[in-house]
C-alpha cells in the first residue's frame, strides 16, 4: 500500500511540473461559503429563556408537581444542548471562515472565542443567569467582527423573542 502511494505522489508531481497546476485552498472541508452567526446568537437566547422558565418553576422540590420536575428536566436538556451549539456554530466560523487577516484586524477574536468557550461550559454546568447573559453577549460581539469582515454594518435591535434581550443584524 505504502508503495503505491508513493507512485502516485510521484505520478501525480510529474503531472503538475508537466501542466502546472495552480494551488487549490479551501476554507473548509466543504467550500460552501454559506457562515452566519445567527445559529449561535439564537442558541443563545435559548440558553436565556430556558433558565428564565425554569426560575418560574417553584423552587422547593416538595412543592414542584410532577409536571414541574418533568419541565425542569427538559429546560436543563434544552438549555444544555443550545449551549452546546453555541459553542459548535461559533467554533465552525472560526475555525473554517476567519482567515489570519480577519485576525489581524481584529486580534480580540482569538480571547472572544475562549470566553464564549468558557460561558457556554458555564451555561451548560449551572443555572448562571450572569453566564448565559455574558455567553449571549460574547456571540453578540463575536457577530459584530463576523460581519465587519465582510464590510457589512450591523445594528442591535430589541429581539422578537421572549428573552427580551437584543440581537446583532446585519444592515442589509
Known sequence: ???????IKKGIGVLDRAFGFEEAYAH???PCGIY???MAQMSAHTVIR???????????????????REKFIRCVNVKEEHAAMVKNEVRIIWGDYFKPEHLKAHPELHDLVWSIMKAGSKSKQTLDMKAAE??????QKFAEIFWATK???TTRAKSFYPTERTF???KV
Open 28 to 30: 473548509c472541508d466543504i
Open 1 to 7: 500500500m505504502e508503495r503505491r502511494s508513493g507512485i
Open 134 to 139: 455574558e455567553l449571549l453577549e460574547n456571540v
Open 151 to 153: 464590510n457589512v454594518q
Open 50 to 68: 430556558m433558565l428564565d422558565m425554569i426560575s418560574a418553576l417553584p423552587t422547593e422540590p416538595s412543592k414542584m408537581t410532577a409536571e414541574d
Open 168 to 170: 446583532v443584524y446585519p
Open 36 to 38: 452566519d452567526p445567527h
